[in-house]
């Protein structure tokens, strides 16, 4: 490859990766709004034991997960998929592969159709 390219090549990785970027900001200010809106709308949870007390309990887990997920997304470049798939395979050897098994199989799926 001659070094014009080569260049070329570079500058689009570098604003697919600012886009990419830019998006991965966008999501996890709506992932925190979104956190912040469920819980303002179902208020503190009651230990009732009722619905209410259920349904603002539950909704307050879903909550923590949406704002745990924006925190990911902040601390994560996804354009490096090699080393955010080297940091799962260390850590959840099992998980992973079960996963690739599952894609494997929705692929081949597919391909058969």
């Given at each position: ?41 179902l208020g503190t949870p009651h230990n009732d034991g009722g619905v ?62």
């Open positions: 490859m001659d070094s014009a390219m080569e260049s070329n090549v570079g500058g689009a990785l570098e604003a697919v990766r600012g886009a990419t970027g830019n998006a991965q900001a966008t999501l996890a200010d709506t992932l925190d709004v979104g956190a912040s809106a469920l819980r303002d709308r209410r007390g259920r349904l603002g309990a539950a909704g307050g887990v879903v909550a923590n997960r949406l704002e745990s997920g924006a925190l990911w997304l902040r601390e994560n470049d996804v354009t490096d998929l090699r080393e955010l798939l080297g940091h799962q395979l260390e850590n959840h050897p099992g998980r992973t592969a079960l996963i690739a098994l599952g894609i494997g199989v929705l692929i081949g799926r597919a391909s058969k159709r």
